[in-house]
């Protein structure tokens, strides 16, 4: 009876894992391969349309890493990649936890009226938003014609940069920021923050000691989620950031698209994984802290 019952369970759980795994795991095990010097096999029909491409008759190599690793264009879109999602993500957290921290102190309708407006970005498609802050940022958009009516007609303008890829970032990341600190901070009682404030704490050590580790959880999925989305994003980044450096998306895409080389695209691909999976980690710790956490209150 046991053995039946954990083989039910495996068959509830299979179909989604298959799902994962055929449609996930199994082209980003040939991609992997693919970038190893593997050309057949699957990887046969995106090999004939490829140029300067790597092959190996033994296990692997990694030629092909070396070769892109060391191209100057990749090393500051990396560079690029990094330091945009960096400072989107720092920005994206002081805002979301001052829009959120207000709204649960004070819960007046301004701080209300706050988190609706902090809200509205989520329900405007990225392309509009993209091409809207383009144009207000410009040579001829808002930004640049107020300044000039100021009698500064050299005021410089961020069209086509990467503070302007910055800025879309925060645009697109800040509404799913303030949803979960927002859901965070609403199971908290208030009075373990009074409590603090008090006893003499003021309101930003308050904030630290009380309120971050009881609200750590949907912070590190902040981070996270924020992280990766800005590592992975290609519209943002596409449509108002510079030719180069750009973030690794675009510049796959490129190297793909224009110059005939998937191995290189994957491999940049590959190394936007791994920049991911390093992204991933403290929400991975965060989860089995609290899962330990919860388990040892139950018990």
Not at 230 to 246: A, D, E, R
Request: aromatic letters at 12%; glycine letters at 8%.
């Amino acid at each position: 009876m046991r053995f039946l019952r954990r083989l039910g369970q495996l068959l509830m759980v299979a179909p989604p894992i298959l799902v994962i795994g055929v449609f996930v795991g199994f082209p980003i095990a040939i991609s992997a391969i693919y970038t190893l010097g593997h050309l057949g096999g699957p990887n046969s029909a995106v090999s004939a349309i490829g140029l300067h491409q790597v092959s190996t008759k033994g296990l692997f190599t990694l030629k092909v890493y070396k070769d892109v690793f060391a191209e100057r264009n990749f090393q500051a879109s990396l560079v690029a990649s990094v330091w945009v999602t960096v400072v989107s993500v720092a920005v994206v957290l002081v805002l979301s936890w001052a829009i959120a921290l207000y709204a649960w102190r004070t819960r007046s309708r301004l701080g209300r009226a706050l988190t609706a407006l902090a809200v509205v970005p989520m329900f405007i498609p990225v392309v509009i938003a993209s091409y809207s802050i383009l144009q207000f940022f410009s040579y001829g958009g808002f930004v640049k014609t107020v300044a000039s009516a100021l009698g500064m007609p050299h005021f410089p303008t961020l069209g086509y940069s990467l503070q302007l890829v910055v800025i879309a970032e925060i645009w697109v990341s800040v509404p799913f920021g303030v949803l979960m600190i927002s859901s965070g901070l609403g199971g908290i009682p208030p009075s373990a923050f009074e409590a603090a404030r008090d006893v003499g704490a003021s309101v930003v050590r308050a904030t630290w000691k009380i309120l971050v580790p009881m609200n750590l959880l949907p912070t590190v999925i902040v981070t996270c989620f924020t992280g990766i989305s800005v590592l992975g994003s290609f519209t943002v980044p596409y449509l108002v950031g510079p030719t180069t450096p750009t973030l690794l998306g675009p510049e796959a895409t490129e190297t793909f698209q224009s110059f005939a080389e998937p191995q290189q695209a994957e491999v940049m691909a590959v190394a936007l994984f791994g920049l991911s999976i390093i992204v991933a980690v403290p929400y991975i710790w965060a989860t089995y802290r609290a899962n330990r956490t919860s388990r040892a209150q139950a018990l």
